[in-house]
């Protein structure tokens, strides 16, 4: 798989078509995969969290998600032309898991905000089992976390714990979680659940989505400043290790 270094970050070339039809393979060797993905923010703050660095750098999907990141690559090494929205992936992970009958586990988000979540899934997806579900406010221990999702034999498992706390809790335990499929999904939940609306379609067909979402949230507005912090941040660091 084709990779570029983003702010010392691996991130895939890779398409949302490129991961649905690899799907069907992938379901027929051991795993564990990991679908995680790499946004602006991320590209910005990950090198305060050494593990995860690492973690993302041995992910078996780092996804260019984000259209800040495609920006980057074009003033790099071109070599991501595509973003690959998480909540899109989500999707279409929901629709595999429908198609071929298995059981997902849900981690994250407020609790009736998950409630309703696992309701709509369960509606649009009855293919699938929703195996299990624990809230982002739970006081469960993490061992007895990772225990409960064992118990309820999950073939994937989606975090939604948001930046950085997701990536943590996957680095530190995702091989102990006996699935097959994982993805960091930030605020997927809440959309899913319907209590947070998507941007507009024009705003995702133009690639402001992110800006949208900022500007609908108060506490999402100092995304719009972290923008162009991440892409000077980028070229900085290509310059110093690639661009010599």
Do not use: C
């Amino acid at each position: 798989m084709t990779i570029e270094y983003i702010n010392g970050l691996e991130v895939d070339a890779i398409t949302l078509s490129d991961i649905v039809q690899s799907l069907p393979e992938l379901d027929k060797q051991p795993g564990p995969f990991t679908f995680i993905s790499v946004n602006p923010q991320i590209g910005l703050h990950a090198d305060e969290y050494p593990e995860i660095v690492d973690f993302i750098n041995q992910a078996t999907h780092r996804i260019p998600d984000g259209i800040g990141i495609v920006k980057v690559s074009q003033q790099q090494e071109k070599k991501i032309n595509e973003r690959v929205a998480g909540i899109e992936l989500m999707y279409e992970l929901l629709t595999f898991a429908h198609t071929h009958h298995k059981r997902i586990f849900l981690y994250g988000a407020k609790p009736e905000v998950l409630e309703a979540a696992v309701t709509n899934i369960e509606k649009t997806y009855p293919g699938l089992t929703v195996a299990g579900s624990i809230d982002g406010y739970t006081k469960l221990s993490e061992d007895e976390i990772v225990a409960e999702m064992n118990a309820s034999q999950p073939d994937m498992v989606f975090v939604a714990l948001g930046f950085p706390r997701q990536e943590r809790w996957l680095a530190k335990h995702y091989q102990a979680v006996e699935a097959k499929y994982f993805q960091d999904v930030g605020g997927a939940f809440d959309v899913i659940s319907g209590s947070v609306k998507r941007s507009p379609e024009i705003f995702i067909k133009l690639n402001l989505e992110w800006l949208y979402r900022s500007l609908s949230n108060p506490k999402r507005l100092y995304r719009i400043v972290e923008l162009p912090l991440f892409v000077m941040k980028a070229k900085k660091w290509y310059r110093a290790n690639k661009g010599k």
